[in-house]
């Protein structure tokens, strides 16, 4: 019988068994669509990566990223992770592999930079592969119903609740504190809700986030995707990425670089760190970048039906 080689990590974290888990297949080839589907949907992780050679042969590889559910144009979690698994390697497809990685994928060209401490590679850093785009904004009775909080502790100071994307689409809504931040607990129900009553929403992921007075770039966060088999997330790049982009959109500075540093799955046992830097000229987001550090967890071999 035929098997498949995966690798597990934890990302944005140093710590094992925390932050968030990912499995890594490096090279998927031969591997069909339906059995990607399925491999993902058994691991149970929020996504799973394969790794397959690129149509361009200056590029590092093609990343397939996969939800329990389906398959998903571009994730933060997954790119800093699997760019990880492939640098502990050192080559790719009998390629070396050197610092700088370039993942094509279905929202783009996403490019890695890889970092080091004492030669060996401990986190990896990420290009946004798609300018910010802001859609339309949503009730607050529509987040409150998702999460089951009421909608007074939703804050409205700075932004209502609004999809935002850099390749992935959410909805961000921002809490009046950590104790509402909390006391959020997903219902089925009111997400299916969202899905069906929200423009152009064939899904609904919840990015809610708490920006403390004192030091408002840095964010508590959670995120909620159970229409995609998500109850909860321990860390979600693409998301932090487009929160920090539309926070920075609304500066009114019209050139700004910002750093930006968010914490998330602290409530769910598995704390994770995302680092992101903003960069805004002549008004207009120009560049997102998210870091995070990784380390090992699991590896071995799934077998496949001759």
Known sequence: MNSLSYVTVDVFTSTRFEGNPLAVMSDARGISDAAMQKIAAEFGYSEVTFVLPPENPENTARVRIFTPTMEVPFAGHPNVGTAYVIARQGELFGRPV????????????????????EGRVVAATIRAPRPLEIEGTIPD????????????SI?????????????LKFAVAELESLEALA?????????QDAARTTAGSHDFSLFLYVRPAATPWKIRARMFAPLDNVIEDPATGSASAALSAYLVSLL???????????????????????????????????????????????????LLQD
């Open 98 to 117: 050197g610092d700088t990685l370039r993942f094509e994928e279905k929202a783009g060209l996403v490019e890695v930079a890889l970092q080091r401490s």
């Open 141 to 152: 009775t529509v987040i409150a119903g998702c999460v089951s909080i009421d909608p007074g």
């Open 155 to 167: 804050c409205k100071k700075t932004h209502a609740p609004v999809f935002v994307s850099v390749g």
């Open 183 to 191: 006391a959020a607990s997903p219902n089925l129900n009111g997400f």
């Open 252 to 302: 009114p500075e019209t050139d700004i670089s910002q750093h930006v540093t968010i914490e998330q799955g602290v409530e769910m046992g598995r704390r994770s760190i995302i680092e992101l830097d903003v960069v805004k000229k002549a008004g207009t987001v120009t560049d997102v970048t998210i870091s995070g550090s990784c380390v090992p967890v699991m590896k071995g071999e799934i």
